[in-house]
């Protein structure tokens, strides 16, 4: 009875997102408060459906899929958990699952069929899982085709101490489940990106997630440290992203949002980074924003060494029920950071806090004049009060899923 109503209650909420899309896909945030007060009433309803199963979380993503113990066989249906900016990327949903039976990388020109790359590349959706715990170091980067979801549910597995993923200029991508970590910098190579081309790659940047003129991306419940570059970086025209439920640790420069100051096809970026736990050996970079509009949401931040949150070229942050932890350095209490700008031009920026909880001296600058139309476009769900961010965000990062009992 419970998983009935569970079904229902999901339907419901994913055939009105279809209407309203269908409706206003011209605008970016389709009228951002009507969506956000509809989102709190299906989560509200769907809650207390899931209280009858008692592993009702308040995080919304969660909530829609964890409670189910035959998550195994209903893999795809974690497609139509996302919020936010992302909250259309569907991945692979609409096709068939692919079954990864084999970490080698030896060949990125010819993978061999049952490899991460073979199956990224393909043409057609895939929802690709993996057969058993593996650790796969990728001799040049993982280019990914569209329409794909990387699920690592049910396995331990490790994209680790070689290149890692490229996003760049494809479509609908989920990224769930997996340990990313230890990436180097691929290229002067070629790669396949589909069944019928391949390309002389130059050097990459050495990203766990590089997301390059990519759309309708979401990262969820991965744990990422220690790369060469940046751990998520969004650049070039990259847009309708989510970042979510993810641990981030062990970095210094951990994500980019935005190309460079005089790149313009950034300006209607807009991403969401929610319930994530930024923890230990962070430095800066929590993100750092550009030209766009960024929902900094129910995050909890527990460490830094720099700053959490900056921006240059007059990006909207919008931070709203994060819980902020200053570092004991009386010099690094500050949680935003204007990177190389007077103040003369950065007061006019939108960047506002509300509902943050600043803890051990931690103190968030505000600017610009809180105009109502930008700040809509840097909405993109209702946040939950900062008091309760750390149970949201007890179970950031990859998960330990067993088949038969819920995640």
Known sequence: MASQALTSSHLFLSLFFIALFSICSSLPVPDP?????????????????????SCGTGNPIDDCWRCDPHWESNRQRLADCAIGFGKNAIGGKEGKIYVVTNSDDDDPVNPKPGTIRHAVIQDEPLWIIFARDMTIKLKEELIMNSYKTLDGRGASVHIANGACITIQYVTNIIIHGLHIHDCKQGGNAYVRDSPGHYGWRTVSDGDGVSIFGGSHVWVDHCTLSSCHDGLIDAIQGSTAITISNNYLTHHDKVMLLGHSDELMADKNMQVTIAFNHFGEGLIQRMPRCRHGYFHVVNNDYTHWEMYAIGGSAAPTINSQGNRFLAPDDRFAKEVTKREDTPDSQWKSWNWRSEGDLMLNGAFFTPSGYGASSSYARASSLSARPSSIVGSITTSAGALSCKKGTRC
Do not use: H
């Not at 408060?33 to 199963?53: G, H, I, K, P």
């Open 33 to 53: 408060e009507l969506v956000v007060e509809e989102v709190l009433r299906s989560t509200n309803a769907s809650r207390r459906q899931l209280s009858y199963l």
